[in-house]
């Protein structure tokens, strides 16, 4: 039998993807908000595509926000883009 590959949504552009080919961003329980490239960090988390403009998107959206369950300041997406 084949195992099944984890599939999570994009929050900036909807696309559904494997779980491995997406990074993680995290809420972690202090409210830090901070990328997750293993996939292990405690914490509510919400996956985007490796494309940059999906950053974009999630945050005119507010696509993040909604899957972070916090408001999200533009100084915080800025140090995101950095990150990737």
Do not use: H, W
Not at 2 to 17: E, F, M
Not at 33 to 54: H, Q, S, V
Request: hydrophobic residues 30%; contains cysteine; glycine residues 10%.
């Amino acid at each position: 039998m084949d195992k099944k590959t984890p599939l999570r949504q994009c929050v900036g552009c909807g696309k559904q993807s494997d779980k491995r080919d997406m990074i993680r961003v995290v809420r972690t329980p202090e409210g830090d908000i901070t990328l997750d490239f293993k996939g292990k960090l405690n914490g509510r988390g919400a996956y985007l595509c490796k494309n940059p403009e999906c950053l974009v998107k999630a945050g005119k959206n507010k696509g993040l926000e909604r899957a972070l369950k916090v408001s999200i300041r533009e100084e915080i997406i800025e140090k995101i883009k950095e990150e990737l």
